[in-house]
């Protein structure tokens, strides 16, 4: 069971902490995770929503069911615009605290996840992710050639979302979709659910083939803009196509480039002619793709070090900054390991 979308719970009032400790319990629940899982869950979104208020005045819990390796797990990603930490390793061993406490929270939530990663500055905030599976993931894992995150959110105080992320790995491909659904709502998350399902059952390599054939899948929807970015491990090169404002750019140790997408809307007016823009691959590059729920800029330049971290933390440090909260926001990051 995975989540198309992450659930954005407000952790601003310690009035709204029953309900927001409830809706975890009941997706971790609906996980089938075992009783003892659910209470590991439990205690860790107990510490981080405790964080939230004690330390930065409150924040936001991102929540998603996630699978990896074929286990069940769960995503949890506290993010606030507090006092930020100096020192993380200090402040993540027990008995450690700035408020007079037992100082166990950090050190608690280490213990219990799968995966622990905390990215913070000093007066801008702090962002917490924290990753449970059902059982331990394999000790010895086979390196992947590629690392893929997305946080995808739809417009605040909505549930449907008309952003949409799809992807597809093998043995010779890495093939992302980034999808927009015009407005938002209902009507925008069918326009953007009918492109993500052409994309994934068709099996062309190149992004503008691809594009116009989710092109013909959409014609009876509202339409959408977006990128189809496939990476080619033989050629060790990036193809990109994309219609519409998806901002996309390729970052590596030397330069940033940023794609300049055709004007238009998939499903209702593609350009007759369209061309692929391909880049090589240089060490340590990594893609991100952000629909205009984002603002546009955006430079990862500001976060020190933040490319040595899991790519949900950077996704939603972006997120964090540069979300327009006025529509559905998405930042997608991808990293090849060559």
């Known amino acids: 069971m995975v989540n198309r979308t992450h659930r954005v ?11 927001l400790k409830k809706e975890v319990h009941a997706l971790a629940l609906s996980a ?39 286990l069940q797990g769960i995503e949890l990603i506290s993010v606030d615009n507090g006092a930020g930490m100096t020192d993380i390793s200090r402040m993540v061993a027990d008995g450690v605290s700035t408020k007079n406490t037992l100082g166990q929270g950090l050190g ?15 007066d801008w905030g702090t962002v917490i992710l924290s990753r449970l599976f059902e059982n331990d993931l394999p000790q010895f894992q086979k390196p992947t050639v590629s690392e893929i995150k997305a946080v995808v ?3 605040p105080g909505e549930t449907a979302c008309g952003d949409g992320f799809f992807y597809t790995v093998n043995n010779d491909y890495i093939r992302l979709f980034l999808g927009d659904g015009l407005g938002h709502g209902i009507e925008a998350e069918k326009a953007v659910l009918t492109a993500g399902a052409a994309f994934e059952t068709c099996n062309e390599v ?19 803009v977006g990128t189809v970015a496939v990476f080619s491990i033989k050629n060790k090169s990036w193809k990109i196509c994309g219609i519409g404002n998806i901002m996309t750019k390729i970052i590596s140790l ?9 004007n238009g809307i998939i499903g209702l007016n593609v ?13 340590g590059q990594y893609i991100i793709l952000c629909s205009d729920g984002i603002k546009s800029r955006w430079d990862t330049i500001k976060y020190p070090a933040i490319i040595r971290y899991d790519l949900s933390i950077l996704a939603a ?9 006025t529509d559905d926001m998405s930042v997608v990051c991808c990293k090849i390991n060559l």
Do not use: C, W
Not at 11 to 19: G, K, N, Q, V
Not at 108 to 122: D, E, G, M, P, T
Not at 254 to 262: I, P, R, V
Not at 317 to 325: A, C, G, H, P, V
């Open 254 to 262: 030397t330069n940033t480039k940023n794609y300049m997408a055709y």
């Open 317 to 325: 440090t972006i997120i964090k900054d540069y979300s327009r909260n």
């Open 108 to 122: 608690a939530i280490k213990r219990l996840s799968n995966l622990f990663q905390v990215y913070s500055q000093k």
């Open 153 to 155: 959110l739809p417009k």
């Open 32 to 70: 089938n995770f075992s009783e003892q899982k659910v209470g590991e869950i439990d205690i860790i979104v107990a510490e981080m929503v405790s964080n939230l208020v004690k330390h930065a005045g409150g924040g936001q819990l991102l929540v998603k069911l996630i699978e990896e390796s074929s």
């Open 206 to 224: 190149e992004p503008v083939t691809i594009i116009r054939t989710i092109n013909e899948a959409v014609k009876k929807t509202r339409g959408l």
């Open 271 to 283: 350009p007759n002619t369209l061309n692929t823009q391909e880049v090589e691959y240089e060490k």
């Open 9 to 19: 719970l407000k952790a601003d009032d310690r009035s709204y902490f029953a309900l």
